[in-house]
């Protein structure tokens, strides 16, 4: 059977979770502070396409006009999308690895 831990063993268990918990904090914080800025991004450049839509849309002549600015704005809009749900899941993905890679590296250790 072994010894319990010695009292100096204890506290340097504490102060290793204490470190693991601000270091898996401060990569939160920074995973999603990215996503934030990720997601103002893609909110100014959907709006600045659907401005220049609607301003299209005022000055459509024809219905053919009006049909190829929407289809060209849902095209655009989707392809945005797709874009920045691909961006969004590599920093959700890279957030998750570097919180629990706070953690894992004080097991390692």
Partial sequence: MSAPPSYAEFIDFGREAIAAAVNSSAAVAAGAEAIGRELVQYSQAAFAAAGETARGLL???????????????????????????????????????????????????
């Fill in 59 to 109: 000055g459509a002549r024809t219905v053919e006009d009006v049909v190829r600015l929407q289809s060209d704005y849902a095209r655009c809009s989707f392809a945005g999308l797709v874009e920045r749900s691909a961006k969004l899941s590599e920093l959700g993905c890279s957030l998750f690895g570097a919180a629990v890679g706070a953690w894992a590296a004080r097991t390692n250790s």
